[in-house]
């Protein structure tokens, strides 16, 4: 009974460094999304997946890149780490993107950019 | 722009009593949802209550319930008999019609609990 699972856990990159944050999910959810959290602030939601094959800018895209692999998998790339990036990191999922639908999140990856 | 606040950073609560978290938005729509997350120190995001802006009936999950006042954009949770357990972030979250059914969140408010 995993739900969301992301990995790594904690990941610390040099200032240009490339990395990729991977989610899955064995719910069988049709939506996914990537958030980050800083402190003093609520999450902002950076991608989202509807559905298999589709992903869609949120509030923050900027400095990142997704891939929804499959229906079970999405993940996140920074392409050249900035310390702007050091952040918590949660991945969602949702049956839908219906209104009424809860998220469900993973546990976190914590990014440290230097 | 939508906005959701909680303004109190933090609250301490003696065990076994009674405590109320606040949250308040701005919204100029009338069909929505109402979501309140838990974050415990493991840091993964547990739905703890949620409602319907349509129903006028406040949502009750055992010792969790809110008092949503519409007209106000008001969305309080109380969590009563307060347990060791509850220790955690607590943050109110939106979402609405629209291009993509985005979660609009609050800072947070961090709950202790007294032992």
């Known amino acids: 009974n995993a739900g969301v699972t992301q990995t790594p856990k904690f990941q610390v990159l040099k200032t240009g460094q490339s990395m990729t944050l991977q989610c899955a999910q064995d719910m069988n959810h049709n939506s996914m999304y990537w958030y980050r959290q800083d402190p003093g602030m609520g999450l902002r939601l950076i991608y989202y997946?509807?559905?298999?094959?589709?992903?869609d800018k949120g509030e923050v895209p900027n400095g990142y890149n997704v891939s929804r692999l499959n229906k079970r998998e999405f993940s996140l790339r920074l392409e050249s780490a900035a310390p702007s990036q050091t952040s918590v990191y949660f991945c969602?999922?949702?049956?839908?993107?219906?209104?009424?639908?809860?998220?469900?999140f993973g546990p976190g990856t914590r990014l440290l950019v230097l | 722009a939508q906005t959701v606040t909680q303004s109190q950073p933090e609250m301490s609560v003696q065990e076994a009593e009674t405590v109320t978290l606040s949250c308040t938005y701005d919204?100029?729509?009338?069909?929505?949802?109402l979501f309140w997350y838990k974050q415990p120190p493991s840091r993964q995001m547990i739905l703890v209550i949620r409602q319907e802006a349509y129903k006028q009936q406040n949502a009750t999950e055992n010792r969790f319930s809110v008092n949503f006042q519409k007209a106000a954009k008001s969305f309080s949770l109380k969590i009563s008999d307060s347990q060791l357990g509850d220790a955690a972030m607590y943050f109110c979250a939106y979402r609405r019609r629209g291009s993509n059914y985005q979660l609009i969140w609050g800072a947070g408010t961090k709950l202790i609990i007294k032992p």
């Open positions: 919204t100029s729509e009338s069909d929505y949802y």
């Open positions: 969602a999922s949702s049956p839908g993107m219906n209104l009424q639908e809860t998220q469900y």
């Open positions: 997946s509807a559905s298999e094959g589709t992903t």
